[in-house]
């Protein structure tokens, strides 16, 4: 007869794992059966939450920077237009093409 029939099969979870760790002589088994479970297994799984969620805002801080920086790419190329500071490359480009020196994309 095993000990959960002779107590009427009301044994909770942490005397079932007892009981049976006692039967393979496990003393690792029974002493983590004892004690319950470890509050560093909790701390485990906030911490990998919590790494989740790191990456999630590093994720997005990226792409807010990304969005960021081209606009304000944008604004300094829109700036050096309007100064024509890239009117003389766009005059070469513009030789180039009529001279047939360039090639087609």
């Not at 100064?83 to 490359?89: R, T, V, Y």
């Amino acid at each position: 007869m095993n000990l959960s029939a002779f107590i009427g099969g009301s044994l909770s979870r942490r005397a079932r794992l007892t009981v049976n760790a006692s039967r393979r002589h496990d003393e690792r088994a029974i002493l983590a059966a004892i004690q319950g479970p470890k509050p560093w297994v909790n701390s485990r799984i906030s911490s990998a939450k919590s790494r989740t969620s790191r990456r999630r805002e590093m994720a997005e801080l990226r792409e807010w920077f990304a969005a960021f920086d081209a606009e304000a790419w944008d604004r300094q190329f829109e700036a050096d237009v309007l100064a024509g500071k890239l009117d003389a490359l766009a005059e070469k480009a513009l030789r180039a093409h009529a001279l047939g020196t360039t090639t087609k994309l």
